[in-house]
């Protein structure tokens, strides 16, 4: 089972110079991914438990459109673990013009994660 989400990412979101956003904002995108394959997989939103590696490999910066994607690696009792990724598509080109932008290809693994998700007992 694999999920992706596709996201625009707001100049609302820039923390840092260079138009960064912070590490937290693809955690939370990987919590919104994670939540649909647990609806999918168990009819249920589930609950984050921790995560056992996280890399930022890239920046994610404003501008960039963003594609997120957790796929199921382990199916335990009510845990499930996901291998989630985090690539930039799209990217601003500022040196072209204020509104000039490009297709990353191939795109650019910005982050990456194993996580585990928990859902209710079966009833
Ligand atoms: C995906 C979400 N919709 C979006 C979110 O991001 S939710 C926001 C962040 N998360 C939370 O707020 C969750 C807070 N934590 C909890 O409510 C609980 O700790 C929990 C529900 C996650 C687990 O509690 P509990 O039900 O008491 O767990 P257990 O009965 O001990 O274990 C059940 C299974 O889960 C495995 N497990 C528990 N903790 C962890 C962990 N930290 N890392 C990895 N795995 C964990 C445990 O091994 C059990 O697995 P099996 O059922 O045997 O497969």
């Known amino acids: 089972m694999t999920v992706t989400h596709r996201r ?3 100049y609302s979101h820039a ?6 956003v912070d590490g937290a ?3 939370g995108l990987f919590g919104d991914v994670a939540t649909e ?16 590696d996280v890399r930022f490999v890239a920046p994610v910066r404003a501008g960039d459109v963003v594609e997120v994607t957790a ?5 335990g ?4 673990t996901l291998e989630l990724g985090c690539v930039v598509v799209c990217r601003s080109r500022p040196d ?3 509104s000039a932008a490009q297709v990353c290809d191939p795109p650019i693994v910005a982050v990456t994660a194993t996580g585990t998700v928990v859902v209710p007992p079966v009833p």
């Not at 923390?15 to 960064?20: I, K, V, W």
């Not at 394959?37 to 056992?52: K, M, N, P, W």
């Not at 009792?77 to 499930?80: A, L």
């Open 25 to 27: 904002y693809a955690l």
């Open 8 to 10: 625009y990412v707001p």
């Open 15 to 20: 923390h840092y110079a260079g138009s960064l």
């Open 71 to 75: 796929r199921v690696t382990r199916v």
């Open 37 to 52: 394959v647990c609806i999918r997989t168990d009819g249920d939103e589930g609950l984050f438990a921790g995560y056992s």
């Open 96 to 98: 072209r013009g204020e």
């Open 77 to 80: 009792t009510r845990s499930r």
